[in-house]
C-alpha cells in the first residue's frame, strides 16, 4: 500500500484544486450495502427495478418500503476512516470539492463540508404535487407510503433512472471536475451517468485521476493511478502519506 500510494503522491502535495468522486464503495466498510454485485439485492430486487419513477407509480409502497429499510440501515451505520479521511483532505487544498452519489449522509455526517450531492439524499422527502421538501419523517416510517399534508404522495428526495440531476450540484461538479489538478474516484462502479463522465472530464482537462476500488471498473484504463484495496484503508494512507 506505502508503495502505490509514495509513487504519485507528489502530484498530490503540489495539488491547489483537488475533486473526489464517491460511490456506494465509500460506505461498504459501514455495512451500507452497494448497488451492484454481493449485496445488491433487496428481497429479489435489483436496484434499476425500484429506483424509477416508473416503478414508484406502479407500486409506491414497495418502492418506500426499500427506502424506508436503506434509511434504517444507514441510520444505525458510522462514517468510517474513508469518510474521516476525506474530512481531513478538504482541509488540505485551497479548492475542494467532495462530489458524492451516495444519498446516506455519511459524508457530511463524518464532518465533510463541500459536499455535491448528485443522487439526493435518504433522509429528504418530497412532495409529488408541491415539490416541498420534508426532512422531519420519523425511521422508520409508521406508515407507507407517507403522504403529505395535502394529501398527495411523499416521495423519496432522490434522483431515479431517467430523472435529471439537480442543476446546481451537477453544474457545481463538472465545474469542479473541469478545474481539478487531481481527481480521487472512489468506490464507484462508473457506469451511471452523468456522473460517471466527471473523471473523463477531469482527465481530458488536465487532470491526474487516481481511482481507488476493490475491483477495476470503466474508467481504470484511462485513470493515472489505479489502487485496488479498500477506500478505508487506502484512503487513510493517502492522508497518513501527505
Ligand atoms: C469498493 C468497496 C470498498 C465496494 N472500497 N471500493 C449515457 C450513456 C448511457 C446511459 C445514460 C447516459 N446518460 C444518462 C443515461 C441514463 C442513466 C444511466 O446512467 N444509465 C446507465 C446505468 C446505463 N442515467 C440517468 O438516468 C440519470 N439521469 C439523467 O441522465 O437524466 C437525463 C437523461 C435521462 C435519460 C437518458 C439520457 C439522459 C439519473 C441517474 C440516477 C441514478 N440513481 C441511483 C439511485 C439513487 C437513489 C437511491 O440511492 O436509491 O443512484 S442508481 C444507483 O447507481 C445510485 C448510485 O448513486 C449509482 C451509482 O452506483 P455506485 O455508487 O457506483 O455503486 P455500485 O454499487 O454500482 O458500485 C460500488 C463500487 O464500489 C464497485 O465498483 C465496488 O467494486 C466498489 N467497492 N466496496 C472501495 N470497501
Known amino acids: 500500500m506505502a508503495r502505490e500510494v509514495g509513487e504519485w503522491i507528489d502530484t498530490l502535495r503540489r495539488a491547489q484544486r ?108 418530497r412532495c409529488t404535487r408541491e415539490g416541498t421538501i420534508r426532512e422531519d419523517l420519523p425511521c422508520p416510517i409508521p406508515e407507507i407510503p407517507p403522504v403529505c399534508g395535502c394529501g398527495a404522495l411523499l416521495r423519496p428526495d432522490v434522483v431515479w433512472f431517467g430523472e435529471s440531476l439537480p442543476v446546481e450540484q451537477i453544474t457545481l461538479a463538472g465545474e469542479a471536475a473541469r478545474r481539478s489538478d487531481v481527481m480521487l474516484v472512489v468506490g464507484t462502479s462508473a457506469v451511471v451517468y452523468p456522473a460517471a463522465a466527471l473523471p473523463e472530464a477531469a482527465k481530458s482537462n488536465g487532470a491526474f485521476v487516481v481511482e481507488v476500488n476493490l475491483q477495476r471498473t470503466p474508467i481504470s484504463p484511462f485513470v493515472d493511478v489505479s489502487i485496488q484495496g479498500p477506500a478505508a484503508e487506502v484512503l487513510p494512507a493517502i492522508v497518513d502519506a501527505l
Open 18 to 125: 483537488v475533486t473526489v468522486l464517491t460511490g456506494a464503495g465509500i460506505s461498504a466498510e459501514s455495512g451500507v450495502p452497494t448497488f451492484r454485485g454481493e449485496g445488491g439485492l433487496w428481497r429479489t430486487y435489483r436496484a434499476e427495478e425500484l429506483a424509477t419513477p416508473e416503478a414508484f407509480v406502479r407500486d409506491p409502497k414497495l418502492v418506500w418500503e426499500w427506502y424506508d429499510y436503506r434509511r434504517q440501515v444507514v441510520s444505525k451505520a458510522e462514517p468510517n476512516a474513508g469518510h474521516s479521511a476525506l474530512v481531513d483532505l478538504e482541509s488540505r487544498f485551497a479548492e475542494f470539492l467532495l462530489v458524492t452519489q451516495n444519498v446516506d449522509n455519511l459524508h457530511r455526517r463524518a464532518g465533510s463540508r463541500s459536499v455535491a450531492e448528485l443522487h439526493g439524499n435518504l433522509f429528504r422527502a
